[in-house]
């Protein structure tokens, strides 16, 4: 009875919220490739995103890792019907373009938990649907497990680079206007409705249940942290939460790609020696994390 009581009292301090909180407003809002290729213009010449390995990446480069990965996976990897798509890779600058580069493919992100046993990241995969798994050859020996999918290397996808791919990027990347970019890319079709990624629950109460989440809530949750936390140009978020989890993937992914401020990731959040490292490295101005963390 306590515990209903507590939780009646949470839904109506919740009730109160919404009468209080200020509207968000998203009738000017574009689908998340769509302002990450303006983010990335604004920030050309200006570190976005950093890691742990000492890894750097400008406005402009990120974007250009992107756009010729994009190129990369749909000449060697995708099929044009497949529209989902697996990701099984903790938070570093590599992620994050991988994630880029398939948002800007429009295709469904789904990062997949690898902190989960090979049943359950199997069993996310056959209810999303996946036919391909894009990780590294690192991880896999880290895990140790066996995918019920084709694996694709990304560490295999360089030795398919050409120059052409890199000029192309490059020039996209520099050159080419926003809306003459969007068209080739075809973000110009994108609906706000669209699906962008699915999450997969822990499985606490059975097998993981997939949630579709489309680029209205993400970006309507993405300008609310915003308005809270009022964000600066030179702040840097501490990325230490995995992407296949709703907070890392709407806060220290997409927010870094979307709006002005920077990342620096880190793939353990448990590692408070190398992520103080991190964040004296980089000069982070902002620490999120989730209680248990």
Request: charged residues 20%; aromatic residues 4%.
């Amino acid at each position: 009875w306590a515990l209903f009581e507590a939780e009646l009292s949470d839904v109506a301090m919740l009730q109160r919220a919404e009468t209080t909180a200020p509207e968000i407003d998203l009738s000017d809002a574009l689908p998340l490739p769509r302002l990450m290729l303006r983010a990335c213009r604004r920030a050309s010449g200006r570190v976005k995103l950093s890691d742990s390995t000492g890894d750097t990446l400008t406005g402009r480069q990120l974007l250009t890792k992107a756009l010729v990965l994009r190129r990369l996976l749909l000449r060697e990897v995708l099929a044009p019907d497949e529209e989902r798509v697996g990701v099984l890779i903790p938070p570093a600058n590599g992620a994050a373009v991988v994630n880029a580069a398939l948002a800007l493919s429009k295709r469904v992100v789904v990062n997949l938990n690898y902190s989960a046993s090979a049943d359950v990241i199997n069993a996310c995969i056959k209810a999303a649907g996946l036919r391909h798994v894009l990780t590294t050859q690192k991880v896999l020996d880290k895990l140790g497990i066996e995918l019920d999918t084709d694996v694709v290397l990304l560490d295999g996808l360089r030795e398919k680079l050409t120059t052409i791919d890199k000029l192309a990027g490059a020039t996209a990347a520099f050159a080419a206007p926003i809306g003459l970019l969007e068209k080739r890319l075809g973000l110009d079709t994108l609906s706000m409705d669209d699906l962008v990624t699915i999450i997969f629950t822990s499985g606490s109460t059975g097998v993981p249940k997939g949630v579709m989440l489309s680029h209205k809530p993400l970006v309507a949750n993405i300008r609310s942290f915003d308005t809270a936390v009022r964000l600066r140009a030179d702040d840097i978020i501490l990325g230490i939460l995995p992407f296949f989890h709703a907070f890392g993937y709407t806060v220290t992914l997409w927010a870094p790609l979307v709006l002005e401020l920077g990342a620096a990731y880190h793939f353990n959040p448990l590692d408070a020696r190398q992520v103080g490292k991190l964040c004296h490295r980089t000069g982070a101005t902002i620490l999120l994390s989730t209680p248990p963390f």
